[in-house]
């Protein structure tokens, strides 16, 4: 009777392929971590690869334990990824560039290790989209309705209370003073660190996919309602007292009021859902 041993890989073929993927990516690299450096909105691009690398190792056991089974299916994906990064370069386009090095990270994992680990592993990949900043393009076209519809609720909820406020764009003005919901207030900031933190908490808190995928979707609307709430809350500081927002530490708290209460609708959405999707 004849025996079959299960595949195995050469780990010094490995981190060949490895250094000559970091080669191949080095520039693209550099870019990235010099945005994460200098752009506030993506400065937590250095913890994505980290947490990455961090929930692939804390199920070690678990992989470990899986048989290899290389895929050619990985090769398409392979190729996808490197026609993305030189179609990228070639248009100087840094987003398909960089979106192909995840692309080409999942392909060559499909292909070495094979569906049975790309199964446990594929959110963890994927997860990398996370650092990488979206095109300046779609930034700014989201940013200025984002401002405007922030500037709309929290007109019409002061009004609904009786406060005299007219607006003006995303200007809003109260009776003695201006407020300007500039794109700091837009939410985009928030929007952006709260996905990737929805991504992370939905699929570690949530059993079924479709639960996970809920969640995930939820933050969208979730941050949206935080910056309108933090502009309401701006408004009615402006009207009845005489601090000044724009003073340090009092704007950077109510920066980060957005982040919290987004947070904390998060945690009590998360929970609903646990409940319903036992």
């Not at 191949?24 to 993506?42: E, F, G, R």
């Not at 607006?167 to 300007?180: A, F, K, T, V, W």
């Not at 570690?204 to 479709?210: E, H, I, V």
């Not at 708290?253 to 929970?271: E, P, S, Y």
């Amino acid at each position: 009777m004849e025996t079959r041993t299960a595949p195995t890989i050469d780990k010094r073929f490995i981190y060949l392929i490895a250094a000559i993927l970091l080669a191949v990516y080095l520039p693209a690299l550099v870019d990235l971590v010099s945005d994460w450096a200098t752009d506030s909105n993506y400065s937590h691009g250095f913890l994505v690869p980290i947490i990455s690398a961090y929930l692939i190792w804390r199920k070690r056991k678990e992989l470990a334990a899986i048989e290899i089974s290389p895929s050619k299916a990985g090769l398409a994906i392979i190729i996808a990824g490197l026609i993305l990064f030189i179609l990228g370069n070639g248009a100087s386009e840094y987003f398909t560039v960089r979106i192909s090095l995840v692309v080409t990270i999942f392909g060559l994992a499909l292909y070495f290790f094979g569906g049975p680990m790309i199964k446990r592993t594929w959110f963890e990949l994927l997860f990398l989209v996370f650092m990488i900043p979206i095109p300046y393009v779609i930034y700014f076209s989201a940013t200025f309705p984002m401002q405007l519809l922030a500037s709309k609720v929290t007109v019409a909820v002061l009004n609904l209370i009786g406060m005299p406020v007219v607006r003006q764009g995303n200007i809003i003005h109260l009776p003695e003073h201006s407020l300007e919901v500039a794109e700091a207030c837009s939410g985009m900031r928030s929007l952006v660190s709260l996905l990737a933190l929805g991504a992370i908490y939905a699929y570690l808190t949530q059993k079924r996919f479709s639960a996970k995928a809920i969640l995930f979707l939820s933050t969208i609307p979730i941050a949206v309602l935080g910056n309108v709430f933090r502009v309401f809350i701006t408004a009615l500081i402006v009207y009845t007292t005489e601090l000044n927002i724009t003073e340090e530490p009092i704007h950077s708290i109510m920066g980060a009021t957005v982040f919290v209460i987004a947070f904390i609708f998060l945690l009590i959405f998360g929970a609903i859902l646990r409940k319903v999707f036992k």
